[in-house]
């Protein structure tokens, strides 16, 4: 019998691409959408799947809408939905790094919602959470997932290190997926195009950056981050009940990233990584706010942290292989000028 999914989050970044993933594989899924009602529901979803390379007209009849809030008690859902799904993802979050956006109330409001989904499932059903591979970023180094939250904090990571923990606290069984820094290849969207991307022309604008040049960034192309969720979604038995989502010990360091940049961004050669201890003294005011928008990121740009996944790799094998960043980071850089990464610095 072929699994039903339900899950939040399908109008943001992994969540719309999990859906046709899993729609090009024949299985049904249900979004949770914030919306008026069901008709309303499903205009934001296929707006949302449209911008995607991987959507097919076809998929429209794989796709369905909820109308619905992940800040309300089981997500505004009826009973029927909740039951009528074979396994549940929770991916909705705010995800700002700004310490004034709000994001920790709201996304542990969803999660305490969250919790009481998580009471009223089966045995036959199964539950997952989205969490970020950054609750942990200490010590430096390989990380792996049975290591105790440590190190960078913001409100968003927080939130994330709470959730997780309110979840556990219940006793009911969930598998907590753990990205490292996804980024939107594939689809046409502006602002998901320069979601974190937006730092790399404003650190070279700079010029000296606090960045260590041996330190690794585990990122990936959301395409492979979803791909990663349906294997796990689809298998009936979990050797674990958390897992890194990640390019694990594959993780390029700045200065490899810098090098590989220098043909499709010439101007990546203006960076100069004095290390995380260097402190910058801007002498012009654009320089003031650019280094100012990058103070939120900074500490979670150089914990040097590689998030192994050794555990995703003995469950899916090969596809655990994250594609190499030469493959597509280019391009990505290419679709914004350094205006637009100004631009969307004020508004991360």
Request: proline letters at 7%; charged letters at 20%.
């Amino acid at each position: 019998m072929q699994k039903r999914v339900l899950l939040s989050g399908a109008t943001g970044l992994i969540g719309g691409e999990l859906m046709l993933i899993l729609a090009a594989r024949g299985i049904q899924s249900t979004a949770v959408v914030r919306a008026r009602d069901s008709a309303g529901a499903r205009e934001r979803l296929l707006e949302r799947l449209q911008k995607s390379v991987l959507w097919k007209p076809e998929f429209a009849d794989k796709v369905g809408a909820e109308a619905g809030d992940i800040e309300a008690p089981n997500f505004g859902l009826s009973p029927a939905v909740i039951q009528a799904a074979d396994v549940i993802l929770h991916s909705a979050a705010s995800t700002s790094f700004k310490p004034d956006a709000g994001v920790y109330p709201i996304n542990i409001k969803a999660a305490e919602n969250f919790a009481g989904i998580l009471k009223t499932l089966k045995p036959s059903q199964r539950g997952f959470f989205v969490g970020t591979a950054a609750v942990t970023t200490e010590p430096r180094g390989v990380i792996t997932e049975d290591m105790p939250f440590a190190g960078y904090a913001n409100d968003y990571i927080r939130s994330k290190r709470d959730a997780e923990k309110l979840l556990r606290a219940t006793g009911v069984p969930f598998v907590s997926l753990r990205p490292g820094i996804v980024l939107s290849r594939g689809i046409d969207d502006a602002k998901l195009a320069r979601n974190m991307l937006w730092s790399i022309p404003v650190m070279a604008e700079l010029g000296e950056v606090p960045l260590e040049p041996l330190a690794k960034l585990d990122f990936a192309p959301v395409d492979f981050i979803a791909g990663a969720f349906a294997e796990m979604l689809l298998k009936n038995d979990l050797a674990h009940d958390c897992y890194h989502v990640s390019t694990g010990e594959a993780s390029m360091t700045f200065q490899a990233l810098a090098e590989e940049l220098t043909l499709t961004m010439p101007g990546i050669k203006k960076l100069i990584m004095r290390g995380r201890d260097y402190v910058p003294v801007p002498k012009f005011a654009r320089q003031r706010w650019m280094f100012a928008s990058l103070q939120p990121y900074l500490p979670f740009l150089t914990a040097d942290a590689v998030f192994s996944n050794a555990r995703l790799r003995a469950e899916i094998g090969t596809i655990a292989d994250a594609p190499p960043p030469i493959s597509y980071l280019g391009e990505m850089l290419g679709t914004f000028s350094l205006s637009d990464a100004v631009k969307q610095m004020y508004t991360p």
